[in-house]
């Protein structure tokens, strides 16, 4: 097994089996740069670049890491994004002394997790949101339609999904305001005006674009994965009582405009490639264009925990898996491309709510209080419907290897009162 000189706990999320991009300033001050996160350190790319690291790969030359984003080195890429993460690995491994044993490049090129700040690892141009889970969709079908046709006719033959607000998506440990907007009262008066009642979290997954294709020109599926340059943790936080009032005819707006929440660390599909298995069976067969040869899913174990402000420690409320998506990724960047869109360098698609066959393996608090018709007991005996002022949410996930663990980190964020 591949071990580095850096020393990583058997339960982090960052050995060098990982080696997810990420963007970061130093703490006392500095620009922006790309850096890979490797157990408790941060190993400057840029530094990389300067001491002359990258010669003789495609990143020669192309000086794409002394960056506040990662925009750059996505659009050069797959031999690019394997150049990068193969000189990191090498300079990284415990038995190669290039970097262990040059303590004026290990001291400008390796960074204390702690003496950083990281910063939103692209500029995100454009935000995708599926419905890609079975499971879930089946459940909020039942919840609303009744159970003996939870799913709309169009859902098994097509990735449903939404052009959602670029500009709101934040980075983990950012707060999150709870938002204002027209609610429904239950006796179908005259909409009131006020804060959501029902503010709900969402356990997603989501992937940022590469190279992207020229407007008019869709990307195949075989070539799909080809354009996906990583994977990061995204909570697309939801007001479900303003959805319900306006989602009609035209979908979600002002219910998931106020903020999404996204992990720090970008997980290549390379590091994820021991982990891939086969998704949800396709019944019935997609037409020819969503026909993704091949396993498309990951195993992917998803977290999520709650602290509300009496407690002392967070409290897992549930565990899901990404191997649970009906539609993989191929599939959603394929249909998004299929009519001539164009995708761009850092954009952003997410999965959609991901849940599993389990009661607590449902990915959102409407699916897990069933509406509110079954409210959550916290540890502390505090009940949840929806989220409260003050509650501490997290998203968290890994692949589990063989004595290591190839993970996302965390996507958090505190819940605070309406403004005024």
């Given at each position: 097994?591949?071990?580095?000189?850096?020393?990583?706990?058997?339960?982090?999320?960052?050995?060098?089996?990982?080696?997810?991009?990420?963007?970061?300033?130093?703490?006392?001050?500095?620009?922006?740069?790309?850096?890979?996160?490797?157990?408790?350190?941060?190993?400057?790319?840029?530094?990389l670049?300067?001491?002359?690291?990258?010669?003789?790969?495609?990143?020669?030359?192309?000086?794409?890491?002394?960056?506040p984003?990662?925009?750059?080195?996505?659009?050069?890429?797959?031999?690019?994004?394997?150049?990068?993460?193969?000189?990191?690995?090498?300079?990284?491994?415990?038995?190669?002394?290039?970097?262990?044993?040059?303590?004026?490049?290990?001291?400008?090129?390796?960074?204390?997790?702690?003496?950083?700040?990281?910063?939103?690892?692209?500029?995100?141009?454009?935000?995708?949101?599926?419905?890609?889970?079975?499971?879930?969709?089946?459940?909020?079908?039942?919840?609303?339609?009744?159970?003996e046709?939870?799913?709309?006719?169009?859902?098994?033959?097509?990735?449903v999904?939404?052009?959602?607000?670029?500009?709101?998506?934040?980075?983990?440990?950012?707060?999150?305001?709870?938002?204002?907007?027209?609610?429904?009262?239950?006796?179908?008066?005259?909409?009131?005006?006020?804060?959501?009642?029902?503010?709900?979290?969402?356990?997603e997954?989501?992937?940022?674009?590469?190279?992207?294709?020229?407007?008019?020109?869709?990307?195949?599926?075989?070539?799909?994965?080809?354009?996906?340059?990583?994977?990061?943790?995204v909570?697309?936080?939801?007001?479900?009582?303003?959805?319900?009032?306006?989602?009609?005819?035209?979908?979600?707006?002002?219910?998931?405009?106020?903020?999404?929440t996204?992990?720090?660390?970008?997980?290549?599909?390379?590091?994820?490639?021991?982990?891939?298995?086969?998704?949800?069976?396709?019944?019935?067969?997609?037409?020819p264009?969503?026909?993704?040869?091949?396993?498309?899913?990951?195993?992917?174990?998803l977290?999520?925990?709650?602290?509300?402000?009496t407690?002392?420690?967070?409290?897992?409320?549930?565990?899901?898996?990404?191997?649970?998506?009906?539609?993989?990724?191929?599939?959603?960047?394929?249909?998004?491309?299929?009519?001539?869109c164009?995708?761009?360098p850092?954009?952003?698609?997410a999965?959609?709510?991901?849940?599993?066959?389990?009661?607590?393996?449902?990915?959102?608090?409407?699916?897990?209080?069933?509406?509110?018709t079954?409210?959550?007991?916290?540890?502390?005996?505090?009940?949840?419907i929806?989220?409260?002022?003050?509650?501490?949410?997290?998203?968290?996930?890994?692949?589990?290897?063989d004595?290591?663990?190839?993970?996302?980190?965390?996507?958090?964020?505190?819940v605070?009162?309406?403004?005024?």
């Amino acid at each position: 097994m591949l071990r580095s000189f850096v020393e990583v706990a058997p339960d982090s999320h960052f050995p060098i089996q990982n080696l997810p991009f990420g963007v970061f300033r130093p703490r006392a001050g500095g620009p922006g740069r790309v850096g890979v996160a490797i157990g408790d350190y941060v190993l400057d790319m840029a530094a990389l670049e300067e001491a002359g690291h990258f010669r003789g790969t495609p990143l020669d030359g192309r000086a794409v890491f002394a960056r506040p984003s990662l925009n750059a080195l996505m659009a050069l890429g797959r031999p690019a994004w394997r150049a990068a993460r193969a000189v990191a690995a090498h300079l990284l491994d415990a038995n190669e002394p290039a970097l262990r044993d040059t303590p004026a490049l290990r001291e400008a090129a390796l960074w204390p997790m702690g003496a950083v700040e990281l910063l939103l690892p692209a500029e995100i141009g454009d935000y995708t949101d599926f419905y890609s889970s079975r499971f879930h969709a089946s459940n909020v079908g039942a919840m609303f339609r009744g159970g003996e046709n939870p799913l709309l006719p169009n859902w098994r033959h097509l990735p449903v999904g939404y052009h959602g607000r670029s500009s709101s998506i934040v980075l983990s440990g950012a707060a999150v305001r709870r938002p204002w907007g027209q609610l429904r009262p239950p006796d179908g008066g005259a909409p009131l005006f006020g804060p959501t009642r029902q503010l709900d979290f969402e356990l997603e997954l989501g992937f940022f674009v590469g190279p992207g294709n020229p407007l008019g020109e869709p990307v195949p599926i075989e070539r799909a994965e080809e354009q996906i340059f990583g994977l990061v943790l995204v909570n697309d936080w939801s007001a479900r009582d303003i959805q319900a009032w306006e989602y009609q005819p035209l979908g979600p707006f002002l219910a998931k405009n106020f903020c999404t929440t996204i992990s720090p660390w970008v997980v290549t599909l390379d590091a994820l490639e021991p982990f891939r298995v086969a998704g949800e069976p396709q019944e019935p067969e997609p037409l020819p264009y969503l026909r993704q040869q091949g396993p498309g899913a990951f195993d992917i174990t998803l977290d999520v925990l709650i602290q509300s402000p009496t407690m002392a420690d967070p409290a897992r409320i549930a565990r899901s898996n990404a191997r649970h998506l009906y539609w993989s990724m191929a599939q959603q960047l394929a249909h998004h491309t299929v009519g001539g869109c164009n995708l761009r360098p850092g954009d952003l698609l997410a999965s959609g709510t991901i849940s599993g066959p389990e009661r607590e393996s449902r990915g959102c608090l409407l699916e897990l209080a069933w509406r509110g018709t079954e409210p959550l007991t916290l540890p502390n005996g505090e009940t949840r419907i929806w989220l409260e002022d003050g509650d501490l949410l997290t998203l968290t996930g890994w692949a589990q290897g063989d004595g290591y663990r190839v993970g996302f980190g965390e996507a958090t964020g505190r819940v605070l009162p309406a403004q005024g």
